[in-house]
Structures are given as C-alpha cells and as structure tokens.
C-alpha cells in the first residue's frame, strides 16, 4: 500500500494562530526545565555534602523556617500565576472570537472517515483539500456528520473538537504558500488514523483560478485531450449513473441529462477528483492504478470504511476510471 501521509510539525507555525500556540509551548517548556534543573542540582548538592559517614551525630532537626515557609508558597504561585496569564493569552491568539454575526467562509465537515470542504461564497464543494489564499484569515465552521472528530492542522492552528450538533469556529490562515497536513485528532473509528487532509495554501491569483476551475462543471471539454478513450469513457459515465454509484456521490458535469441526487454527507463530491491528489482520505496516492484498485475492492485498501465492495468487472471499473480521469 503506498502510504502517502506524513508527519504533523508542531514548532514550525506559519500563522499567528499557530505561533500563539508554539510560543505559549516553549515559554512552558523553559520554565519547567528551569525549575528541574534548580532541584536537580539541590537534590545533587545535598546528597554529596550532606551524606552520611560512619560516627556522624542525628541531624539537627528543623522545626519550622517561617521565611522558607513563605517563600515556597510565594513562588510557586506568582509562578502559577505567571503560567496563567501565558495560557490566556495564549489561548485568546490562537482562537479570537469571530465578529459576531459574520458568515463563515469555510464549513468543513468531518465524516467517517474523510472531510467535507464546502466554500460558502462561491457554493465549491471539495474533499480532503483544502485551499485557501495566502495571508487571508478564514473564519471556519466545524460540524460532524456522526460522530466526535478533530479538526487540527498543527502549523496553522489548534485543535477544535467537531461535535455533532454543535457546530464550532475556527480561524484558519497560512503566512506563506504551501500544503500544510492535518489528521483527525481525535479517536472516530477503526480507519482514524487515515483521515488526513491537505490544507493547501497559494497566492489570491493561484486560489481564485483553482476556485473558478472548481465552480464549472467538469467533463468532457476534456475528452479531446484523451484520444483512443471516448468510447469507455460514456460507458463509464454510464455505469455511474445506472449503479449506485450516484446515491452516495454528486457529479457535476456537462451532462444535464441524468443528475445525480445522492445522500446528503454519505460521500465525497467526485466533480473534480482527477485533480485531488490523495484517495480514500489520504491513503493512497490519486493515480490511475491506485483508483483501479479503490473502485475494485475499497475494503482492501481501507478496511471499514463506508464505500462497499461493488464487485465491478475489470471491463466496468476501466471505464470508471476513464470516466473519472476527465474530472478535473
């Protein structure tokens, strides 16, 4: 299996909700490295000087020290006092409360197990990728569609539990281009650990050009750029629509004669899945030997998850996959 998810970096922000969280982490960290260090070193001193010898006398037993007594209460509080005021602040930059009343920019859903990306404004509906322009703060809308997850993408901002029912905001915001990685955080189910996603940052130009290509309909605009294919192609268009392929995922395409209506949130939108870069949540990367082996047993690939084994003819999933190829 050709594992494509990496490693989630935590101490290298690129956005000021991010930094507020590492910063607050390596201020915590300091301080508590300090004060192993004093005990430590007082523990050290005082087993070497202090130790026993053959003739010593019972220690001189210390009843009370009021000063010592005032001290170590002191300072473990301003201390405390100190790691309380660093968290607020902490907490108040990584997540500021929205205007209140203003739209969310961005709903992401979180399904067992893959998300749902759905562009307020522009009405795009993607999965597992996430753009957004660089330098621009988006106001997210968290829900579920069954049970808890996590949204987190570590080098843009904290973790936000998604609870169904109870939709939750989160800014997010990338100071520089890039694709940026994120996981579920928190324990839904068998597949879990590979419900990954791609935070993909670019320039305005890059984002609105990548927003407009996702608004229009995919299809065949694109068939002239695939000779030798058009016939397996319809056949494939076909076979989306007649099986029950077209229950569960929505297709936008330049087609109006069959529409599909599928399930709401029971699987991701496939208008542009040629362009995504990962399948099944980020375990595969997207290629057409990968999708052959998705659509001919999903189970194999990412056992439990929701999509069942078609039993599909080597003849029907060729087809699907030449369908599907022109969709970007």
């Not at 990496?6 to 956005?15: E, F, G, I, Y």
């Not at 430590?40 to 001193?45: K, N």
């Not at 902490?90 to 969310?104: K, L």
């Not at 998705?294 to 080597?314: A, E, F, R, V």
Request: charged share 20%.
């Amino acid at each position: 299996m050709n594992l494509v998810a990496a490693a989630l970096p935590v101490l290298d922000p690129v956005s000021p909700q991010a930094a507020a969280i590492s910063d607050l982490f390596i201020a915590i960290t300091v301080a508590c490295a300090f004060i192993f260090a004093i005990v430590t070193t007082l523990v050290g001193a005082c087993i070497i000087r202090f130790r026993s010898k053959p003739g010593d006398a019972e220690p001189r037993q210390v009843y009370g020290n009021t000063r010592m007594e005032i001290a170590w209460t002191i300072a473990p509080f301003l201390l405390l006092l100190w790691m309380f005021f660093m968290t607020a602040r902490g907490m108040t930059a990584s997540n500021p409360d929205p205007v209140a009343g203003r739209e969310p920019d961005l709903i992401v859903v979180g399904h067992q197990w893959w998300w749902e990306a759905r562009y307020v404004k522009s009405g795009v509906i993607t999965a597992n990728e996430i753009h957004i322009p660089v330098g621009k703060k988006l106001l997210v809308r968290l829900e579920s569609a069954d049970v808890i997850h996590d949204f987190w993408a570590p080098q843009l901002g904290p973790k936000m539990d998604m609870v169904p029912g109870h939709p939750n905001t989160i800014w997010l915001q990338a100071d520089k281009p890039g694709t940026y990685d994120g996981a579920c955080a928190e324990y839904c189910g068998n597949q879990h650990a590979w419900m990954r996603f791609f935070v993909i940052a670019e320039s305005e130009k890059e984002f609105e050009a990548w927003e407009k290509n996702e608004s229009s309909s995919a299809r065949f605009h694109l068939v002239k750029n695939l000779p030798g294919v058009d016939s397996r192609i319809h056949e494939g268009w076909n076979a989306f629509h007649e099986m029950t392929c077209a229950n569960c995922h929505a297709i936008t395409d330049e087609y109006p004669t069959k529409v599909s209506t599928p399930l709401p949130n029971a699987a991701p939108n496939l208008t542009h899945i040629a362009s995504r870069r990962t399948l099944a949540g980020g375990v595969i990367e997207n290629n057409p030997a990968n999708l052959r082996r998705w659509l001919k047993n999903p189970q194999l690939i990412k056992p439990g998850c929701k999509m069942p084994n078609l039993s599909l003819t080597d003849e029907q999933v060729e087809n699907l996959v030449a369908y599907f190829e022109t969709l970007k």
